[in-house]
C-alpha cells in the first residue's frame, strides 16, 4: 500500500522560499501521477500543482505559475514543490496526493497528512 509524508513546511516572510517533499513508501512514484494540494482556514482544498506519471507533463494553477515548480525523483521515491516569492496568500496547510490514473482524476486515491506553510511579515 502506497503511503505518503509531506515536510519541509514552516513560516517564512513574504518574499521566501520554502521546499516541500513529499515521500513515498511502500510502493514508488513512478506508476502514479503526484499532485499538491492546499487548503487555507476557511476555504476549500484546491489543487496547486500535478505532474504525470512520467514526469513530462505538469499544471499548475494559475495562482503559483512562475512562483512554485514541481518536480520528482523515482530513485528516492519523493516529489518535490519548490515555491518562491511566498504571498500570505499561500498561507495553507499542504497536501501531496498520488493516483495511478491521471492529473485530471476528480478524486486522488492516496493522500499525505500534510504539513502547515504560513507566510507572514
Known amino acids: 500500500q502506497l503511503r505518503l509524508a509531506e515536510s519541509g513546511g514552516g513560516s517564512v516572510q513574504p518574499g521566501g522560499s520554502l521546499t516541500l517533499s513529499c515521500s513515498a513508501s511502500g510502493y514508488t512514484l513512478k506508476n502514479y501521477a503526484v499532485a499538491w494540494f492546499r487548503q487555507a482556514p476557511g476555504k476549500e482544498r484546491e489543487g496547486v500543482a500535478c505532474i504525470n506519471h512520467s514526469g513530462g507533463m505538469t499544471n499548475y494553477a494559475d495562482s503559483v505559475k512562475g512562483r512554485f515548480t514541481m518536480s520528482r525523483d523515482y530513485a528516492q521515491k519523493t516529489a518535490y514543490l519548490q515555491m518562491n516569492n511566498l504571498k500570505p496568500e499561500d498561507t495553507a496547510v499542504y497536501f501531496c496526493?498520488?493516483?495511478?490514473?491521471?492529473?485530471?482524476?476528480?478524486?486522488?486515491?492516496?493522500w499525505g497528512q500534510g504539513t502547515q506553510v504560513t507566510v507572514s511579515s
Open positions: 496526493a498520488a493516483d495511478r490514473s491521471s492529473c485530471y482524476v476528480p478524486n486522488f486515491g492516496t
